[in-house]
């Protein structure tokens, strides 16, 4: 347990004692702190509260177990939902807030994936069982802290380090060697902790366990940390990124792109690691189970990457409007992004700032109007394709005398060709 001797443990402590003086968790703590039992805040709301970080979820472990906490929930007229009773796990709502309650447990059994839990009222326990050293804080109803693991210490010195022997660790849940290079990029400084690093490359053969959904979420949010060029770079030297994506990432054009773009979305830093075909697009997207309007996204990227293909920068405005025409203008811009990383700073930024802002070119040609003209059919679509491309040539003209000519030479052509 700590206690606030100088200015920054007073600004830890007053930070927990906002974090506890909720109403909706000590309505929770009245609820369920009955005949001996005490719930505890957990986790990474204790860790982001010493960081003055932003609190998402604010999760909760009792010494009570399920049952009795759904039946003091029920009689304080709290909502509930039993979310992963066999993990001793139940979601209270309150206020339109939820709070994830599990009961203490040990693990008794594990495969690597799942792990069979028994119950118990050890705080100290429950700590030594969890990941990193800084998310097994607890914090009680009273704002007073307990680090049974020297997660304050790691807190301070930034340090992401696993609990006890990390190879154990990793053996029982093998999803921790992604956290672990997630986390060393969110709250981690320096360099990565070298026992982690070891004990995740000789676990690294437990990865291919997990499912590909896991992984994609994991890895999702590893990309987007705050260093994740860091943590990828010593994942690939490691050997851990390849045989996840199916493919040899390239980490230097994530860091690029960090570095000419600090607010790209994870998505994005994933295909600047390993995306430069549509064909890589399939993979990537089979690999990691990613969703349909994923995998569109990245599919439409690579087409553009393919289009500017030896294209040299700065990119003339004629070039960006065929882009914004063909592909659209978050493809556009995504392609462009990716392909024009290492390229002049401003001239891939006037070309982002040009897909942004100028008008997205529409064809002046409908269906109606070939229809209009005596075409049915299939003819209507490979008028309107030829179209397309006589409008890129002339530049996207809106002159209409020549729109009409072009319109009249693609009604004569399809005359030509039925006759």
Known sequence: MTTPDGPGERANAQALALLADNPGLQRIFAAIDIDGDETRIVGGAVRNALLGRKIEDIDLATTAPPPLVIERARAAGLKMIPTGLDHGTVT???DGRAFEVTTLREDIETDGRRAKVCFGRDFCADARRRDFTINALFLDKCGRLFDFVGGVEDIAARRVRFIGD???????DYLRILRFFRFSADYGEGP????????????????AQLSRERVRAELLKLVGARRAPD????????GLLGPLIASAPNPARLRRLVEQDANADPLLRLAAICLETPEDAERIAERLRLSKAERDRLSRAARVIVAL???PF????????????RHGREAALDGLTLAAIGASSSGQRAAIDFLKTAPEPRLPFSGADLIARGFSGRAVGDALATLRERWIEAEFTDDR????RMLDSAVARSAAANR
Do not use: Y
């Open 401 to 404: 005398e020549k729109l009409g």
């Open 92 to 94: 209270l709502l309150v």
């Open 314 to 325: 700065p990119l003339p405005e004629h070039v960006l409007n065929v882009l914004l025409f």
């Open 231 to 238: 943590a990828v770079e010593a994942m690939s030297a490691a």
């Open 192 to 207: 990565i902790d070298c026992d982690g690093l070891l004990a995740a490359v000789r676990g690294r053969a437990g990865l």
């Open 166 to 172: 990390p190879e154990t660790r990793i053996r029982e």
């Open 309 to 311: 293909h030896g294209k």
